[in-house]
């Protein structure tokens, strides 16, 4: 690796340092804003606790792709689920994002990350399909430990993410726990306003 690679790839990584401080909508248990690099660590610590159930998956694979996820978001931030126009491809405008966020980096490394992005954003792999699953599951877990606004809308979790959920049976078990904690929490909530 010569000189103005290893530049290029600081550059990036100075860049994407931006995810330790972009927050998100969810709140931690102490009522602050999750970042994004917060989520992305317990997706990956996620993957890992998961592992044996799913010995089809390269874990390597998996493992990459919840790291590279939100990447995007570096330049862009993160727009809530639900603020997302149906009309606008959030996923275009991420994936530009994304390409120039890459471009301090060699033409390999680039390649590579796009590529796992792209099946990620599709789903079009068993890792890409479980890392999607365990995207939606990590973020109704935060919206549910989390010291939430008094007007936060806990029913939308309730929806959020069924496609990429309902598939595998323990992804659709954990579904069903954090579906009826959610539940609790909205009833909880709609009683408070």
Same mark, same amino acid.
Request: charged share 30%; proline share 4%.
């Given at each position: 690796?010569?000189?103005?690679?290893?530049?290029?790839?600081?550059?990036?990584?100075?860049?994407?340092?931006?995810?330790?401080?972009?927050?998100?909508?969810?709140?931690?248990?102490?009522?602050?804003?999750?970042?994004?690099?917060?989520?992305?660590?317990?997706?990956?610590?996620?993957?890992?606790?998961?592992?044996?159930?799913?010995?089809?998956?390269?874990?390597?694979?998996?493992?990459?792709?919840?790291? $590279?996820?939100?990447?995007?978001?570096?330049?862009?931030?993160? $727009?809530?689920?639900?603020?997302?126009?149906?009309?606008?491809?959030?996923?275009?405008?991420?994936?530009?994002?994304?390409?120039?966020?890459?471009?301090?980096?060699?033409?390999?490394?680039?390649?590579?990350?796009?590529?796992?992005?792209?099946?990620?954003?599709?789903?079009?792999?068993?890792?890409?399909?479980?890392?999607?699953?365990?995207?939606?599951?990590?973020?109704?877990?935060?919206?549910?430990?989390?010291?939430?606004?008094?007007?936060?809308?806990?029913?939308?979790?309730?929806?959020?993410?069924?496609?990429?959920?309902?598939?595998?049976?323990?992804?659709?078990? $954990?579904?069903?726990?954090?579906?009826?904690?959610?539940?609790?929490?909205?009833?909880?909530?709609?009683?408070?306003?």
């Amino acid at each position: 690796m010569n000189a103005g690679e290893l530049d290029g790839i600081l550059e990036f990584l100075r860049h994407a340092e931006r995810l330790k401080v972009l927050t998100r909508t969810a709140f931690t248990t102490e009522g602050e804003r999750e970042s994004v690099a917060a989520h992305t660590w317990r997706l990956c610590l996620m993957s890992l606790v998961f592992e044996e159930n799913f010995p089809e998956v390269d874990h390597s694979k998996l493992v990459k792709m919840c790291i $590279i996820h939100d990447l995007g978001e570096a330049i862009g931030g993160d $727009i809530p689920a639900i603020e997302q126009d149906v009309g606008n491809s959030k996923s275009a405008q991420e994936r530009e994002d994304l390409l120039t966020l890459l471009k301090p980096l060699p033409e390999q490394v680039r390649k590579h990350i796009t590529e796992l992005w792209d099946e990620y954003e599709e789903a079009a792999s068993p890792e890409a399909k479980l890392a999607k699953g365990l995207d939606k599951l990590e973020t109704i877990l935060q919206h549910n430990q989390g010291k939430n606004p008094p007007d936060f809308d806990y029913r939308f979790n309730l929806k959020y993410g069924n496609n990429y959920t309902a598939e595998d049976p323990l992804i659709a078990s $954990i579904r069903a726990i954090l579906d009826r904690e959610t539940e609790k929490h909205a009833i909880e909530s709609e009683k408070n306003l």
